[in-house]
Nanobody, 125 residues
Framework: QVQLVESGGGLVQAGGSLRLSCAAS????????MAWFRQVPGKEREFVAA????????SYADSVKGRFAISRDNAKNTAYLQMTTLKPEDTAVYYC??????????????????WGQGTQVTVSS
């Protein structure tokens, strides 16, 4: 069982930046695909970004390309989401996710076995 703990959310003005962190409790962290999703009330949880270390693959949702960057520090068992030029429509609860199998579609929720509790990001206009 892998536990994921997100941190770094908060309130920021439009145009600002935040960095989210996701700490994983796994010794095999480097083999996992790590991803970020987000959800607003009344809507489906949507894909934001993912990083499959084993093949060096990174994917982003079109809505965040050029503004968000996913990264990871395998020595610290931590994944990050650097968010810049934030917009009010980025307001959501952001969830970290991990996939231990390493071969599913990185943008699909069903690919991921483990989820964090979420961290709120609020962007004011």
């Amino acid at each position: 069982q892998v536990q994921l703990v997100e941190s770094g959310g908060g309130l920021v003005q439009a145009g600002g930046s935040l960095r989210l962190s996701c700490a994983a409790s796994s010794r095999t962290f480097s083999s996992y695909t790590m991803a970020w999703f987000r959800q607003v009330p009344g809507k489906e949880r949507e894909f934001v970004a993912a990083f499959r270390w084993s093949v060096g693959a990174i994917s982003y949702a079109d809505s965040v390309k050029g503004r968000f960057a996913i990264s990871r520090d395998n020595a610290k068992n931590t994944a990050y989401l650097q968010m810049t030029t934030l917009k009010p429509e980025d307001t959501a609860v952001y969830y970290c996710a991990a996939d231990a199998r390493g071969y599913g579609n990185m943008s699909l929720r069903r690919t991921y076995d483990y989820w964090g509790q979420g961290t709120q990001v609020t962007v004011s206009s």
